[in-house]
């Protein structure tokens, strides 16, 4: 089968890269013994050193094939050895080397086409650089509705750009949606991207975008924290903070979702710099978040406010800076139980619904503790996939899918908002 | 009802204790979903949490089986690991296969096997060294289990280092340095573990 030569072909490569042989020539056979004595046969093959046989299942009393690779020089005297004992075998493999050629070939002209083409591959972990290419040229493609402004710097002088989904109109209502505020959680910022796209690209056919933008805005910061971003490409995968220096300490970097101003500085955070959940200074202190707070206060119309982050598959509302409900708890579980609906839907991703104190943890200073309370009623906070298996390690096979089913849920927020005005 | 994050530390830490018991390189059982749950219900001894849950194998999501567990995380003796019982309903596939195929496949090498970071930053891991991911996922079972609390949530982020140590006896020896990743802090901790196994005797985790 199929899979079971990529699995014998990876064994050889992986021996290969060991060990820098070559494997001109060798085949691989699948032998298939009948009873004990054959069995006896082939250990007594295995045992012949200077054949340089690679058993790559050994041969037992299981009563399973056994798959050997044999030097092209003993290949002839081993398919005698066989025959005249009457051994079953078949040829799995004709020439291994044949094979990995191949394979290195396929994948040099994959990289090859790759490079060569204009088409941004969203189905794969990109660089800031390849990223802000992209929102460029999405905002060339579709002039018409999408645009790009800065909102500031971060603390090392990279640009925040948030793309405008706008069809005209004067300081509309609009929806905000952010995405890598922690810069470990790669499928953020990759689904953000797949997310600008979509809006981008369904405007012209899908009725629900449609009779959106043509009331409302829509907002996308899809790399809040592009310091930290960059540094977990460079240097740190595990990276979550700013990377701004904290005075009087050697440890580095800010928790940015614990320094805005809901309950900053409670225990719900670390007054420690050293720590995952440091909250900084003061609320605010960082650069990152200082932008968002004046984008969002000099609009004045945001009517929906949605961080991406991962892992752990919940979608959460306020507070978490304390465990009593929100005013709008009825209206938002309901609402966030609905979009929760939707995501599970799609490939049956099940996600848990709850106030944030209630579902993750106590977290003072948080993005949506803060817009919430200075009047922005529907605020969600999403943990996108997966549960644990690779957490921020998140296959990239799985971008796609985890942006697709992210998006009706989005819709349905979005939606609600629509129909909802206040 | 009890908050969800509270079933769903001891479902994690569940998992991970059945991991490092029934796992190996051939097999991968992962949390799927917490059924229904109930706790803490506190007494002198800690806290005790009663759970169903369904464990799946990490490349066969065919494989569901039912779990039930009781988890008590003593209070007196912080050094003392939780108690964990569990019972899973059926069977777990057989990983025989699997776990021949890879006992081979390194008895067999000429060099020692080292490998780094896996899964790499875009989550991938190479075929060849799926049985060793699995394996080190199995014994941060052990080690997740042994230093779980209830305000913890650990799980293995990644592998950054692995070196194997040649035995002349039939055991697989491994050194592994880990990161494991606390939901709760949001810690990165690295750890370093040397890992036994055979596909006899399962998992054992000697450092």
Known sequence: TPNMKLILIFGALFGASLCLETFVGHQVLRIKTRNEEEVKQLQLLESLEHLELDFWTSPSTCALPVDVRIPVNNVQAVKAFLESHGIEYSILIEDLQVLLDQEKQDMADSQQRERASSTFNYGTYHSLDAIYAELDHLVYEYSDIVSKFEIGRSYENRPLYVLKFSTGGRNRRAIWIDAGIHSREWVTQASAVWIAKEIASSYGQDPSIISLLNKMDIFLLTVTNPDGYVFTHTTNRMWRKTRSRNQGSLCIGVDPNRNWDAGFGGPGASNNPCSESYHGPRANSEVEVQSVVNFIENHGNIQAFITLHSYSQLLMYPYGYKCTQPADYVELDALGRAAASSIQS????????????????????????????????????????????????????????????????????????????? | PPSSFRLRRAAVLAAGLIRYRRGGPGRGPVLRDVRRGRGPDIDDAGHKYHLEFVLEDLNDKDSAVNCTAEVLYHLGNRNTPPDVQFTIEGELKSSDEADHRFYNQIKSLKEELVAENIPDSHGNVPPALVPIRLLAWAAAGYVIWQNSTEDTELHLAQIKRVKQVKRSDE?????????????????????????????????????
Not at chain 1, 381 to 387: C, N, Y
Not at chain 2, 179 to 202: A, F, K
Request: hydrophobic share 40%; aromatic share 14%; charged share 15%.
């Open chain 2, 171 to 207: 055991y697989l020896e491994f050194d592994y340095v880990i990161l494991l990743h606390d939901v709760v802090s949001q810690d990165v901790i690295p750890w370093r573990i040397t890992v036994l196994w055979h596909p006899q005797h399962g998992v054992q985790v000697t450092r």
């Open chain 1, 346 to 422: 799609l490939y049956g991703t099940t996600f848990t619904v709850g106030s944030i104190c209630n579902t993750i943890y106590a977290a003072d200073g948080t993005t949506i503790d803060w817009a919430y309370d200075n009047g922005v009623k529907y605020s969600f906070t999403f943990e996108l996939r997966d549960s644990g298996r690779y957490g921020f390690l998140l296959p990239s096979t799985q971008i796609i899918p985890t942006a697709t089913e992210t998006w009706p849920a989005l819709l349905d927020i979005m939606v609600h908002v629509l129909e909802h005005p206040y």
